[in-house]
C-alpha cells in the first residue's frame, strides 16, 4: 500500500514538474510580442496601443491571455484580425506572450469599496 501511494505521488509530482516547465518565458514573449506585431495594435508597454478601442494587455492574468489567444487560434473567438495573427502561433509561443504581459505593469486593478 505504501509503494503504491509512493508511486502515485511520483507520478503526480512529474505531471506537476511538467506543466510548470510549460510555463511561459517573458524574454521570449516579448520577443514574440515584436515578432508577431502585437504591438503595432496593443502598444510597446500594452497599454497605449493604436486605438483606444484595443484591449490593455499589460497586467491582465496569463491564464486570461492563453486562452483568448487559443480561443482566437481555434475559432471559438471572433476577430479577423486576431484569429490570423493567433493562427500562426504556437502553444508554447501563447504561453511566453501570456507570461510578457502580465509581467508588464499595467493600470489594471480591482476597486475597493
Known sequence: MRQTICIVSLLVS???????????????????????????????????????SYPILAGQHPDFIARALTDYKTGRRKNAVMSGMAAALSKQDI???????????????????
Open 95 to 113: 504561453e511566453n506572450l501570456a507570461a510578457y504581459y502580465a509581467s508588464l505593469p499595467g493600470p489594471l486593478g480591482v476597486i475597493k469599496r
Open 14 to 52: 512529474a505531471l506537476w514538474v511538467g506543466t510548470a516547465a510549460q510555463a511561459g518565458n517573458v524574454a521570449l514573449g516579448k520577443a514574440k510580442s515584436e515578432e508577431a506585431a502585437c504591438v503595432s495594435c496593443h502598444g510597446a508597454d500594452g497599454v497605449k496601443g493604436l486605438d483606444a
